[in-house]
C-alpha cells in the first residue's frame, strides 16, 4: 500500500484491517446503509477494496457492488484524525453481523 504525498505531509498515515463478513445474507442494502451511517459518524476517509476493486466507505452503492457476501475479506483503510475510532466502529459492526443474525 502507498502512502501520498499529501498524506506524509500532514503525517497521517492510512490504517487498514482485513474484515470477514460474517452475516449470511452480506452485504446488502441494509447492511450498506448500517455500514455508511457508522462511517459518516467519523472525520476520516474509508475506502472498502475487495478483489482490486476499490470503493468509498460511505456510499452505499459502492459497497453494494463489491460482492460482500459471507465470508469475504475486505480491506478497509481508514485515513484521518480519528481513523483507529472508525475502523473499531466498523469492525464491531461487522462482528455483529450487521444486527441480522
Same mark, same amino acid.
Not at 8 to 15: C, D, H, Q, S, T
Given at each position: @500500500?502507498?502512502?501520498?504525498?499529501?498524506?506524509?505531509?500532514?503525517? &497521517?498515515?492510512?490504517?487498514?484491517?482485513?474484515?470477514?463478513?460474517?452475516?449470511?445474507?452480506?452485504?446488502?442494502?441494509?447492511?450498506?446503509?448500517?455500514?455508511?451511517?457508522?462511517?459518516?459518524?467519523?472525520?476520516?476517509? &474509508?475506502?472498502?477494496?475487495?478483489?482490486? !476493486?476499490?470503493?468509498?466507505?460511505?456510499?452505499?452503492? +459502492?459497497? @453494494?457492488?463489491?460482492? +460482500?457476501?459471507? +465470508?469475504?475479506?475486505? !480491506?478497509? #483503510?481508514? #485515513?484521518?484524525?480519528?481513523?483507529?475510532?472508525?475502523?473499531?466502529?466498523?469492525?464491531?459492526?461487522? !462482528?455483529?453481523?450487521?444486527?441480522?443474525?
Amino acid at each position: @500500500m502507498s502512502t501520498s504525498i499529501s498524506e506524509v505531509k500532514e503525517g &497521517i498515515a492510512p490504517l487498514t484491517r482485513a474484515l470477514t463478513i460474517q452475516n449470511r445474507f452480506g452485504i446488502h442494502a441494509r447492511p450498506a446503509a448500517l455500514f455508511v451511517k457508522t462511517a459518516n459518524r467519523f472525520q476520516s476517509d &474509508i475506502s472498502v477494496e475487495k478483489d482490486g !476493486q476499490r470503493v468509498s466507505g460511505k456510499s452505499i452503492i +459502492g459497497l @453494494m457492488t463489491i460482492e +460482500g457476501y459471507q +465470508g469475504a475479506i475486505l !480491506q478497509v #483503510t481508514a #485515513t484521518g484524525p480519528d481513523a483507529s475510532e472508525a475502523l473499531d466502529a466498523i469492525e464491531d459492526l461487522i !462482528q455483529q453481523k450487521f444486527f441480522e443474525d
